[in-house]
């Protein structure tokens, strides 16, 4: 049975340093430290994208290659760490009118949009095990301070303005606005742990003297504790706490059939 994995991390963006984030290239970093040490994934079968070498094209290939050949009881891992963003929906099926996307590195000009994921995972066979992590978020404004207990403290949001997208009537507002379909959880073939709801954004901060998106560290943070043992359902719940003791608004969302949340961690 193969155990794959592609751990995306984008900090350095084509634009002004205030869209730059700190903190996505040390999770992609983690992601496959954890996986290759503590998971069994071979170092071979864990690949990394980071900054200019995630480009658009990049990103669908490691994709592609990601479940190539997928088989009944394998396990395959996609985390993505970077900003996220949105845009008119022109296939007419999503409930807000937009579609929700990974802001690659060259994401002025190419967006990786949830339609594309959708039609990646669903050709699947059954019984593959996808497990992704999104930190990083959909919704929300780089105005949106929330209560911002650090001066690095940044969203993982970009506004399709700043990529040079047409900017839509209410956009400002959509931060606190945003309603997004829900896909019936049980016919998921993926679980998917996300960092915020889609009204929130995903934050991205100093702890200690090392960056990370908030999900990724308190996730770590939990899963250490626990010895690397530890369900899909209870590792949210954990991470979910201290999100809110720590004053993050954001809140972690867990997607997929309710038998796969009772599993442990990339089982």
């Not at 650090?150 to 997208?165: D, E, H």
């Not at 047409?166 to 049980?186: I, M």
């Not at 996300?194 to 200690?208: A, E, K, L, V, Y």
Request: net charge negative.
């Amino acid at each position: 049975m193969a155990r794959k994995a592609l751990c995306i991390g984008i900090n350095d963006y084509p634009y002004e340093d205030a869209f730059d984030l700190r903190g996505c290239v040390n999770d992609a970093k983690a992601w496959s430290t954890l996986l290759t040490s503590q998971y069994d994934f071979a170092a071979s079968d864990v690949k990394i994208l980071l900054d200019d070498t995630a480009k658009k094209k990049e990103v669908v290939k490691g994709l592609k290659e990601l479940m190539a050949g997928a088989q009944k009881g394998d396990v395959l891992v996609f985390t993505n760490s970077s900003h996220g963003s949105y845009e008119v929906d022109e296939s007419k099926d999503e409930v807000d009118g937009y579609d929700e996307a990974i802001c690659p590195y060259d994401c002025d000009a190419n967006l990786v949009l949830d339609d594309e994921l959708r039609e990646l995972i669903g050709g699947l066979p059954d019984g593959v095990r996808l497990y992704v992590l999104s930190d990083s978020c959909h919704s929300g404004s780089l105005t949106r301070a929330g209560r911002r207990t650090s001066k690095f403290r940044r969203s993982r949001f970009l506004n399709p303005a700043v990529r040079g997208a047409p900017v839509v009537a209410n956009a400002a507002t959509r931060g606190v606005k945003r309603k997004k379909e829900k896909f019936p959880e049980e016919g998921m073939r993926e679980l998917i742990l996300s960092g915020c709801n889609p009204r929130q954004s995903s934050w991205d901060d100093q702890f200690g003297d090392v960056f990370h998106g908030a999900l990724t560290f308190f996730a770590h943070q939990v899963i250490r504790e626990a010895q690397y043992k530890i369900s899909w359902a209870d590792l949210h719940k954990k991470v979910t706490a201290l999100l809110t003791d720590n004053m993050f608004e954001q809140t972690p969302q867990l997607e997929g059939k309710k038998a796969a949340k009772g599993q442990q961690i990339f089982l």
